[in-house]
C-alpha cells in the first residue's frame, strides 16, 4: 500500500486526503495541534459531498515528525504563511521524501528551489472546497489537481493518479511554472474581487457590475502577459466561477476568519511580473492596496 503524508488538514489537506485514502492509500497527517491530530486519529476525516451525502475514511494523524510513515509521498498543504517553518522542521528532520506542493500563488517556488530537496511536484486544485471543522471538509466545486514533476525522479508521482475518478479528476503536466502561472492567473481574476466585494465565487458573474470590474482584469492581465491568453481564455476562468459557484474563495475566506490573505504569493507576485516587463495592471494594483488596507485594519 502506498503511504501519504500530508502536512496540513486544512480545506485543501483534508480534501486530497478523502480522495487519496477512498482511493486505498495510507494516508497520515502531520498537523500542528496536538487537539486536531488526536480528533482526526480517532474519528477519521469527512467528506461533504455536492449530492450531501458524507464519506468518512479511517486515516493516521500525528504532531511528530518522527511518527511519520517512511517510504511515503508528502503532500504539502500548509498555507505559503506556514511553508517557512515547515520546511526548517523538514531539513532539521531531514526529510528527503518526493514532495509534492499545492499551495495557491508564486511565492513558494523559490522556498522550494532553495530547500535542496530530491524530488519535487508542484500541482494546481480547482477544487472548491471549505474546511467545516477540524476533520470535516466540504466539497463544493469539482476542478482538476494538475501535477507537473518539476526535478527529482518523476515517476514517483504518478501513483497519485491512481485516485482519479469524475468528481476527483488527476491530469499530469511537464510544465511547473506554466500550471502555477495558469493557477495564479485565475487566484487573481477571482479572490482579490470576491474578497474584497465579499461574493461568492458564481456571483462575481452573475452580478453586472463585478463582472464589469472581473471584464476590465480579465483584458489587462492579457494586455500585460499576451501568452496566457490561450493558456487561460476567459471562458476557462468563467468556468471555474460557475463550477466553484457556491464557493468562497480561500480569500474571502481568510478575511472573514480575521486571517492574513495570500495577498503577497497571488496579487504581488503578478504586479511584480507585469512590471518586470513594464506593463502597469492599475485595477489590479487598486485591488492589492485595498487588501492591504482591509489587513491592515485587522492589526489594528
Ligand atoms: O483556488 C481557489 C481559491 O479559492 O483559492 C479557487 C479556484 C478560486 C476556488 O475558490
Not at 125 to 148: K, M, P
Not at 154 to 162: A, I, N, R
Not at 290 to 299: F, N, P, T, V, W
Request: hydrophobic share 45%; with cysteine.
Amino acid at each position: 500500500m502506498m503511504n501519504v503524508v500530508i502536512a496540513g488538514a486544512g480545506s485543501i489537506g483534508l480534501l486530497l486526503g478523502s480522495f487519496l485514502a477512498e482511493a486505498g492509500m495510507a494516508v497520515t497527517f502531520f498537523v500542528r495541534r496536538e487537539e486536531q491530530a488526536a480528533l482526526i486519529q480517532h474519528r477519521g476525516i469527512q467528506r461533504i459531498n455536492q449530492d450531501a451525502t458524507t464519506s468518512t475514511y479511517h486515516v493516521e494523524a500525528t504532531t511528530d515528525i518522527a511518527c511519520l510513515p517512511t517510504p511515503s509521498l508528502w503532500i504539502v498543504a500548509v498555507k505559503f504563511t506556514g511553508m517557512r517553518d515547515l520546511l526548517s522542521e523538514m531539513q532539521q528532520a531531514k526529510v528527503d521524501n518526493p514532495m509534492l506542493f499545492v499551495q495557491n500563488g508564486l511565492a513558494h517556488l523559490e522556498l522550494v528551489q532553495n530547500a535542496a530537496m530530491p524530488h519535487v511536484a508542484f500541482a494546481t486544485v480547482e477544487h472548491g472546497a471549505r474546511r467545516v471543522d477540524d476533520r470535516s471538509v466540504s466539497h463544493n466545486g469539482v476542478g482538476r489537481l494538475t501535477i507537473a514533476p518539476a526535478w527529482g525522479d518523476s515517476h514517483l508521482f504518478e501513483k497519485v493518479g491512481q485516485a482519479h475518478s469524475a468528481v476527483f479528476p488527476v491530469g499530469y503536466h511537464d510544465d511547473a511554472e506554466q500550471i502555477l502561472m495558469r493557477k495564479v492567473f485565475i487566484n487573481c481574476m477571482i479572490n482579490p474581487l470576491t474578497a474584497i466585494l465579499q461574493m461568492k465565487n458564481g456571483e462575481l458573474l452573475t452580478n453586472t457590475h463585478s463582472r464589469e470590474l472581473f471584464d476590465t482584469l480579465f483584458s489587462e492581465l492579457m494586455t500585460a502577459f499576451p501568452e496566457m491568453l490561450t493558456v487561460l481564455p476567459y471562458e476557462a476562468v468563467a468556468e471555474v466561477c460557475r463550477k466553484t459557484a457556491n464557493n468562497q474563495s480561500s480569500m474571502l475566506t481568510d478575511r472573514l476568519a480575521g486571517r492574513p490573505m495570500e495577498i503577497e504569493t497571488i496579487v504581488t507576485a503578478i504586479i511584480r511580473k507585469a512590471n518586470e516587463r513594464n506593463q502597469s495592471v492599475q485595477l489590479l494594483t487598486m485591488l492589492e492596496t485595498m487588501l492591504y488596507a482591509i489587513d491592515g485594519a485587522r492589526e489594528e
